[in-house]
């Protein structure tokens, strides 16, 4: 018996008023006779043919796509994204810089007491940026040490100490000169103010000059701080800005951008920097230099101050023949100063990527680079046109130090090796660039303070970052439904949010040296998860190619699925 | 006798240790050959290498090598084969050459195996960037741990816990921009002292040429160590070919006036020519055969003494060499004459020339302690043999030496078909073995033998070995050229060599064919597969929910699309027929 077509072919050949190919006119007898009719179907039969078309679509449903489901799934880690966001929108936590200034002052308590109020209202009054505030403490003199250990238990003297006292202000009487005054320490977090007896004010007034005075100074010393502050505030957090302006302290615009050219300058905040000095001559002299002793007393002191805040590794090179970048101007010699000049506009080409060996250090962490040029004897001396200087910065990458060899008299062989003493100018230099380089601000005079604004400011920073990057990485998440995210981005934000919390209470207590350690650790962690590796494979697979590798397979077993559903469930819905 | 003195006094020469020193050997070779031999040595004390106080030694190299903790390092660029029949003794005794492509062994210190391993890792991924080479490919399967080739050149402190870990690229192509980054290390950086002649042009023209890197920490008696790197280029130029001017690089035959034809030839004629070996030694300079003129001295060297006398010519004693220059020169004899060494001018360039000569006597060329040859036989896709055949040409001393092989995995060797023959004797020439099979995409197979061979005999080696069929994914992109295996290396054992490196020769390298399979066949079996589940599925499927019904009980108009067009165009007629 041949195998005839017609799954529903009796259904159809009793509804349709269509039948033999004979003409449309004659009459259905005529078209019945010609064929037979196959005998009615049994109704066991319809039923297992539907049982059938039925058992099949179970199993493609219920196999086949939890299936197919399971195993091309993208594994993505539990992220807790509502918290991610509100991190990065500051709604967890506002940071707040509450800087204690300790007091000393040899006077009664009482009278003590007295002042402590008057300047913090001094303060207050003059404060105008809420995140940032001063809270005076009393610190017990130096003539009262002996009794330190019976005061502090009641909280309010601390030892001077301290490390999270941000300043000492200490009171000294005197009888001559203008009074008040004040003298900052250079190399101490300790302001002298001299004051005349009669200027403590009285336990009933509500000011005095010397509060409103103590109040003045400390205003002006933490003023760069504030503006630092507030500037990152604004532009990287994004709670304050917009609706919360007023709460910032209002820059102006040649503050804003004396500042935006600061932080342009600075490296970003990195626990190791690599610094390499080099030095560089387009002749075979000199071909060395005292580095080692030149290293040891220029730049270990200051890298050692820096050492709360950073690590650094220290590395040398001396490069012979080395030609300045061919791309800029040749040096043109100045008669009226008897020099080689080099065009402003061409000093950022001077650095020749090209040829120098300037490749950064092998480690994580950004390499400063210190470049030492020596031009050869007949382009010398070596200057910037517009403004006779030999050094400059360049942005977030380095500095550059043209140092002059002393002219030679003729048939002299110039000396092969620098000294110490020759290099000491261009070392100088070289520190500054580095002070720039690190963030450092340019006041308060005292390094101590610089150190600790420098911190916080860092701190700040490393807070906004960790938290935007969590928010960018919950964005991300959000708009790439399909990568993967292992369980290392989950455990590293886990981690993340851990330390910011705890960086947050260490700088509501104001302890920042604990705040920065967290800050940091938990930068570290938001970068670690949102740069994740295995994150980014799937991206760059688009469906074109599943559909590819689908299609053969699917389309053949889809389709006689497909029709055959559709035929049962028409002829179901015709019978009923 | 002569050659061998001279070899020795050289490198008596180089004995000395300033911070910088540098020398350009020259020799000519027979069939207008020229050997051009540049070392550069520089030293930096330990503590200031420790310190990363850089003055002679790359800075980029110190980094590497601290951040991998290696101790000593040999890198190795090579292209070509060393011609021992003609051109006679090996350089250095081949110990500053590599196998074809790049070779790069180190020892690094760790306290285990598999932090040595991943040390070696960061080692060559660093190492890549710095030479632009693909040495990042050196992985697993190309690493291997040999046991008696190598022994440190340099004093180690603490030798347990170094590890010898070594690996090759045969396929590696070597090229210019492996040689710009080897001048960058050089203190004077190819602008002046003998390195301004290095050309890429005509450095990877040459017949042979072979780049090395090497590093050893090197401590005197009293305590001092300093680390040594040097630095050197060896390669063989064919003059006629470097003479050829760059506007006009394409050979062409010169004009038959100009060839001195062998007459005695039957076809000798006005337009056919045998041309005759030319007795006369080639005129030749400097700024002909490099392309570039020599820029004096690098004044880093010493300017007194005998490591002044940078450049060196090897060559008879009656052989015209004239200088030009405007600069003051020294020139010094040594060892009879027959070598001829120059102090250069600072800051002013200067030129050998060679005028072209009838020479009657020539210069002895050292014999080389072997001569080695390797090659595969066998024909088919699925399996072969290598045949190493090695012949000591000395007539009076039997030679010992190290056979070094190393294998990629596909490539699979029987070792119970090993078999090492020595003509006109019974006795199995093998001392010892050492034997690592290799396992499949993990590592390559690493076979040492010590073996010995007698005064004037040829040793031949041979194995049988089986094809592995590879996974398409990890053919090259360009799967017909076949695949590289590493040169053989053999270091020579006895006579001993009188510096601690070693005397070393190596094979040239193995094309190795695999069977390539179709690489479309992927897509095609995904296509297959998926029609014969489809049509499995269709029958399958159209038997559990069809009916059948007798022949003649089906509607004559069929199903399907022309049966739907069919009845549409009836319905419509019989609407406008009534």
Not at chain 1, 307 to 326: M, R
Not at chain 2, 318 to 339: I, K, L, P
Not at chain 2, 554 to 563: A, N
Request: charged letters at 20%; glycine letters at 6%; aromatic letters at 8%.
């Amino acid at each position: 018996m041949p195998l005839a077509e017609g799954a529903s072919a009796p259904v159809t050949s009793q509804s349709s008023s269509t039948t033999s190919s004979a003409a449309g006119a004659t009459s259905d007898s005529n078209a019945q006779s010609s064929t037979r009719q196959p005998p009615p179907e049994t109704k066991e039969s319809i039923w297992v043919r539907r049982l059938v078309v039925l058992s099949f679509w179970l199993v493609v449903l219920l196999l086949g796509l939890p299936v197919w489901w399971k195993t091309t799934a993208i594994y993505r880690a539990e992220l807790p994204l509502q918290d991610m966001t509100d991190w990065a929108d500051d709604k967890v936590c506002k940071p707040v810089f509450p800087l204690r200034v300790a007091v000393e002052a040899s006077l009664p308590l009482q009278d003590a007491h007295n002042l402590l109020r008057t300047t913090q209202h001094a303060i207050d009054d003059l404060n105008e940026f809420s995140a940032h505030h001063l809270r005076l403490i009393l610190a017990e003199s130096h003539n009262s040490a002996n009794a330190s250990q019976e005061v502090v238990s009641d909280g309010t003297r601390v030892t001077t100490d301290d490390e999270d006292i941000a300043l000492a202000v200490r009171l000294i009487p005197v009888e001559t000169g203008t009074t008040p005054r004040a003298h900052l320490q250079p190399y101490a977090p300790t302001l002298d103010v001299y004051y005349t007896p009669n200027q403590i004010p009285t336990p009933s007034s509500t000011g005095s000059p010397l509060a409103s005075f103590i109040a003045q100074e400390l205003h002006k010393i933490f003023e760069e701080e504030q503006a630092l502050l507030s500037y990152l505030l604004s532009t990287t957090s994004t709670a304050y800005s917009g609706k919360t302006k007023p709460k910032t302290k209002t820059l102006s615009a040649e503050k804003t951008a004396e500042i935006e050219r600061q932080f342009t300058r600075a490296l970003k905040y990195a626990s190791t920097y690599h610094l390499t000095f080099s030095l560089f001559s387009p002749t075979a002299t000199p071909s060395g230099w005292e580095i080692e002793s030149v290293l040891k007393h220029y730049v270990s002191p200051l890298l050692e101050s820096f050492s709360a805040i950073s690590n650094f590794t220290v590395d040398t090179q001396v490069q012979l023949y080395a030609e300045f970048s061919p791309s800029i101007h040749r040096p043109e010699h100045d008669e009226s100063l008897n020099a080689w000049t080099l065009r402003k506009e061409d000093l950022s080409g001077f650095i020749n990527a090209a040829e120098w060996p300037l490749s950064p250090s092998i480690g994580t962490g950004p390499t400063v680079n210190f470049v030492l040029y020596v031009p050869g004897q007949d382009q010398s001396p070596l200057l910037i046109k517009e403004n006779g200087g030999n050094s400059w910065l360049i942005p977030q990458w380095g500095g550059v130090v043209i140092l002059n060899p002393p002219l030679q008299d003729e048939g002299k062989q110039a000396s092969t090796i620098l000294t110490e003493d020759a290099l000491a100018p261009a070392m100088h230099a070289f520190s500054n660039q580095l002070l720039s380089l690190l963030g450092l601000p340019q006041t308060p005079e005292s390094l101590p303070l610089k150190l600790s604004t420098l911190k916080r400011v860092r701190l700040a920073s490393l807070f906004f970052s960790a938290s935007s990057t969590m928010g960018a990485l919950a964005r991300l998440t959000n708009a790439l439904p399909s990568i993967p995210i292992p369980d290392a981005v989950a455990q590293s934000i886990d981690s993340t949010t851990k330390h910011l919390q705890e960086a947050c209470n260490h700088l509501h207590e104001g302890r920042f040296q604990g705040a920065l350690e967290h800050a940091r650790i938990a930068e570290a962690e938001a970068e670690k998860a949102f740069f994740e590796r295995s994150m980014v494979g799937q991206v760059y697979f688009p469906d074109e190619h599943k559909v590819a590798v689908y299609l053969p397979l699917l389309g053949p077993v889809a389709v006689p699925l497909l029709m055959a559903g559709l035929k049962e469930i028409k002829s179901l819905l015709k019978r009923s | 006798m002569l050659p061998f003195l001279v070899l020795l006094l050289f490198n008596a020469l180089l004995a000395y240790a300033t911070d910088y020193e540098e020398r350009l050997l020259l020799r000519p070779l027979p069939r207008s050959a020229l050997l051009a031999s540049f070392q550069f040595r520089s030293n930096e004390s330990s503590t200031s290498f420790e310190q990363q106080n850089f003055r002679y030694f790359p800075r980029s190299l110190g980094q590497i090598l601290q951040h991998a903790h290696t101790k000593e390092l040999h890198l190795r660029f090579s292209v070509g084969r060393w011609d021992a029949e003609s051109w006679g003794q090996r350089q250095w005794n081949g110990a500053r050459e590599g196998g074809t492509g790049v070779e790069l062994w180190a020892w690094i210190e760790a306290d285990d195996e598999e932090q040595a391993f991943s040390r070696w890792l960061t080692l060559t991924n660093t190492l890549s960037g710095l030479f632009c080479a693909s040495l990042n490919f050196i992985d697993a399967t190309k690493t291997i741990r040999p046991v008696m080739t190598f022994s440190p050149e340099g004093d180690h402190p603490n030798p347990s816990k170094l590890h010898l870990l070594h690996g090759t690229l045969p396929h590696e192509v070597v090229c210019t921009e492996n040689l710009t980054p080897f001048l960058k290390l050089l203190p004077c950086k190819g602008k002046a002292g003998v390195s301004s002649l290095l050309d890429g042009h005509k450095l990877f023209d040459a017949s042979w040429q072979t780049m090395s890197i090497d590093v050893r920490p090197v401590c005197e008696e009293n305590g001092d160590c300093s680390l040594e790197m040097e630095q050197s280029v060896d390669m063989v130029l064919d003059i006629d070919r470097s003479k050829r001017p760059r506007d006009n690089p394409i050979p062409r035959p010169l004009p038959i006036e100009d060839i001195e034809c062998d007459t005695s030839k039957y076809y000798n004629g006005h337009d056919t020519c045998f041309p005759l070996d030319k007795q006369a030694d080639p005129a030749w300079t400097l700024t002909e055969v490099f392309g570039r003129p020599l820029r004096g001295a690098c004044p880093l060297t010493d300017t007194e003494g005998p490591n002044s006398h940078t450049v060196c010519i090897n060559t008879p004693p009656e052989r015209t060499v004239n200088a030009n220059t405007t600069g003051q020169y020294e020139e010094h004899r040594y060892a009879s004459d027959t070598m001829r060494c120059y102090k250069l001018p600072t800051g002013s360039d200067i030129d050998l020339e060679l005028p072209e000569q009838q020479m009657t006597t020539g210069l002895v060329l050292g014999t080389p302690p072997l001569y080695a040859a390797r090659a595969i036989n066998g024909h088919g896709q699925e399996r072969g043999s290598v045949q190493a055949v090695i012949r000591n040409p000395s007539t009076s001393t039997a030679v010992d030496f190290v056979y070094l092989e190393a294998l990629p995995w596909f490539m699979k060797p029987y070792l119970h078909t090993l078999r090492a023959q020595v003509t006109g004797s019974s006795e199995n020439p093998i001392k010892e073995t050492y034997y690592r099979p290799a396992v499949d995409r993990r590592r390559g197979t690493h076979i040492e033998l010590k073996l010995t061979i007698p005064a004037g005999a040829t040793l031949t080696i041979t194995y049988d070995f089986d094809k592995a069929i590879l996974r398409y994914t990890e053919y090259p992109p360009d799967a017909n050229r076949g695949f590289d295996v590493a040169p053989a290396v053999i270091r020579v054992l006895n006579p001993q060599s009188s510096d601690r490196r070693g005397a070393y020769l190596r094979t040239t390298s193995l094309l190795l064919p695999l069977p390539t399979p179709d690489f479309s066949m992927p897509y095609n079996v995904i296509i297959l597969t998926s029609t014969v589940m489809a049509l499995g599925f269709g029958n399958i499927f159209n038997l559990l929910v069809r009916r059948f019904v007798g022949a003649d009980e089906v509607p004559s108009i069929g199903g399907g699309l022309i049966g739907i067009l069919k009845a549409k165009v009836q319905r419509i007629r019989g609407r406008f027929s009534r």
